[in-house]
């Protein structure tokens, strides 16, 4: 019996990678992993939002990935969890929306959020500090990390 099929969100971070030449390659790797159906790709209108102003080839990237998306809406609950955080002095208000993928993450039931966002949201004290206020409002913990964490390599052998 196979496991079940791994919930990731991406943030903007991710869809953006692709045009970074530090982040391409992994990012590019997660997506097309997306396509094949090793993971779920959950995203948000959040994500859309933010994509407005990206690059051409970013947005046709997202575009695509949209039909086989699932894409969560904001709700009063991820608002509420945001705000959490936002209290908890996770991150200032000025990166709300850094705290705001966690939340809507976390709601919609994702085993993970991926992004290269390394200062506000995929880094260890952060990470371990989202994961309090999960605990602390009867939300189970989500793992936060960056693609090259949940992508398959070639070389890699099968996880049993």
Known sequence: MSAPVMR????????????DDEFAEHSRRL??????????LVTSVVVQDEAL???????????????????????DEAAALR???????????RRETD??????????????????NFRHIVHINKARRYNEVNAQRGYPSIT?????????????????
Do not use: K, M
């Not at 990731?8 to 045009?19: E, P, R």
């Not at 997506?31 to 779920?40: A, K, M, N, S, T």
């Not at 102003?53 to 709700?75: F, G, I, K, Y």
């Not at 390599?153 to 049993?160: G, I, L, M, S």
């Open 83 to 93: 705000d959490a955080y936002l209290a908890a002095g996770i991150v200032g208000e």
């Open 53 to 75: 102003n990206a690059p051409r080839p970013v947005r046709r990237v997202l575009r695509t990935l949209l039909e086989q998306a699932e894409v969560v809406d904001l709700s």
């Open 144 to 160: 936060i990390c960056s693609p090259p964490e949940v992508v398959r390599y070639e070389d890699q052998e099968e996880e049993v």
């Open 99 to 116: 705290a705001l993928h966690v939340a809507l993450a976390t709601v919609a039931g994702c085993d993970a959020l991926v992004s290269w």
């Open 31 to 40: 997506l097309d992993q997306v396509v094949g159906g090793r993971f779920l």
């Open 8 to 19: 990731l969100y991406a943030d903007t971070s991710v869809f953006g990678g692709i045009l």
